[in-house]
């Protein structure tokens, strides 16, 4: 797979994968509206990044051809960033998903990848949800998600490879850092604020950090055909509780930061109900893929990157925030 296209190819993600994949020797081209701003390297021999939609079938029926594999890891992110503007965030998380899958299989492309969400399982009380598990959705960006799935498999064929990721929150720095994530949040508010706050507590949340995730995809481009098409696999890590990750992030904090070795933990209610436990044991035994970062991990790289001063006005900027981005790109 020497030719990867990357939705979403400046994202959160994005930004960690596509430099990645450069370095194991793949050409990269990353589409992306850089809502979020450019935090890719310069455009090389290797890297060609275009800005533009995909929801524009034409401009995907020119770029396409000549890439081995799609890894698309585009949409409207997170719930509060799809109820913006609901009807926005469905064409760009389902009404194209269906166009993009056939101008890539026209194209010649041969492999798929689809970053779906381990959220499509909403509220579960399973001590491990496996792969097999009803989706049950609480929200238009978790159903999305999982009715692009079929959509994906429908196109499965010999020389269409297609598998589905459906991957757990994923936590530590990237480039273009989201701060709305988890243990994102919660590292950022224990540096800058010397306080967490902890909205319910209690929910169940699977974690996977982004190197971790970065991994994966790289691998999902070497392994044979007929290991992973037609599959879906959760990724998955550390299952915790909000409460107990912020623990865990407290104690990194003290650690890793002067000044912030008594972090208050503050826990106010939420009406987000969102609490599962996934398992990742079908992609440890089919795929031998086994995450090795751990939440402590991403906390301790975040508070580095504070240090380091990567993370400018973490407060104040809105390019760390999807909701305040999208609002203020006023994206139609």
Do not use: W
Request: hydrophobic share 40%.
């Amino acid at each position: 797979m020497s030719r990867v296209f990357v939705t979403g190819g400046a994202g959160y993600v994005g930004s960690v994968l596509v430099p990645q994949l450069l370095g194991a020797g793949h050409q990269v081209t990353a589409l992306d509206l850089f809502l979020f701003g450019d935090h890719l390297p310069p455009e090389g021999p290797g890297l060609a990044k275009i800005r533009g939609d995909i929801r524009d079938e034409a401009l995907l029926e020119g770029v396409l051809p000549g890439h081995d594999a799609v890894i698309h890891l585009a949409c409207i992110s997170n719930d509060p960033s799809f109820e913006l503007d609901p009807g926005l965030s469905r064409t760009i998380n389902y009404e194209c998903f269906e166009p993009l899958v056939i101008s890539a299989k026209l194209a010649g492309v041969r492999r798929f990848i689809y970053a779906s969400t381990s959220s499509v399982y909403g509220v579960s009380e399973a001590e491990n949800v496996t792969e097999e598990h009803p989706l049950v959705p609480l929200t238009d960006y978790n159903k999305y998600k999982g009715l692009c799935e079929p959509l994906l498999f429908k196109h499965q064929a010999p020389g269409f490879t297609t598998v589905t990721i459906r991957p757990a929150t994923v936590c530590g720095y990237s480039p273009r850092l989201r701060l709305d994530l988890t243990v994102n949040i919660l590292t950022m508010s224990a540096v800058v604020n010397g306080k967490i706050t902890v909205f319910g507590g209690s929910q169940r949340r699977p974690n996977i950090h982004i190197d971790d995730v970065c991994d994966l995809y790289e691998l999902l481009l070497e392994l044979p055909d007929e290991r992973i098409a037609g599959r879906t696999y959760n990724a998955g890590y550390q299952n915790h509780t909000v409460a107990e990750i912020a623990e865990i992030v407290r104690r990194v904090v003290a650690r890793e930061v002067s000044g912030r070795e008594r972090v208050e933990i503050v826990t106010t209610p939420s009406n987000d109900l969102r609490s599962y436990h996934i398992s990742s044991e079908k992609i440890r035994r089919e795929l031998g893929f086994v995450p090795k970062r751990t939440i402590e991990d991403a906390a301790r790289d975040l508070c580095r990157a504070f240090a380091a001063g990567k993370v400018p006005d973490p407060m104040g900027s809105s390019e760390y925030y999807n909701v305040k981005a999208i609002r203020a790109a006023g994206l139609k």
